[in-house]
């Protein structure tokens, strides 16, 4: 295939920037891997997972008082819904259950995928929502799969 095979699929106009943004990736990946490597060098493999556990069990109670505050003024009910550039929806409900500190993320009613660079596979859909959890938490957390423990997340197909 080559770009413009597909009506609005341009592919890449910059493949040696592209692999340097993937090299880059790669090396911040091994940078990553060598320090936590340190880390149980130093302190053992025990120490290291029982504090990364640490890390995400306070992220995901800072996540559940969140969604107990939210809930307060909300009624425990969050609606959104955003039109896109090509006309298509992203609908978002998000019901609180102020019990459990726990919130379900319901994208029913969005437009199907699109043939653009527009569509959210369920990945980054996870990525927003853990990152703009923890910008709503209030104070700094690490950024970590903890904030998404008290989250459902329903995606239609």
Do not use: W
Request: aromatic share 6%.
């Amino acid at each position: 295939m080559l770009p413009g095979d597909f009506d609005r699929c341009s592919g890449t106009h910059n493949i040696h920037g592209n692999l340097a943004d993937l090299r880059a990736l790669v090396a911040s990946n091994q940078k990553g891997i060598h320090l936590v490597q340190e880390l149980i060098s130093c302190y053992g493999l025990e120490v290291v997972q029982a504090y990364m556990a640490h890390i995400q069990h306070h992220a995901e109670v800072a996540v559940r008082n969140l969604l107990r505050d939210v809930s307060t003024t909300t009624y425990g009910v969050l609606r959104a819904s955003e039109k896109m550039d090509d006309g298509s929806v992203i609908n978002l409900r998000v019901e609180i259950d102020s019990q459990e500190g726990s919130a379900t993320f319901d994208f029913e009613g969005k437009s199907p995928m699109v043939i653009n660079n527009l569509n959210a596979p369920r990945a980054i859909t996870k990525s927003a929502i853990i990152y703009s959890l923890r910008c709503m938490v209030g104070y700094d957390i690490p950024l970590n799969q903890g904030c998404l423990a008290p989250i459902h997340l329903l995606i239609p197909k």
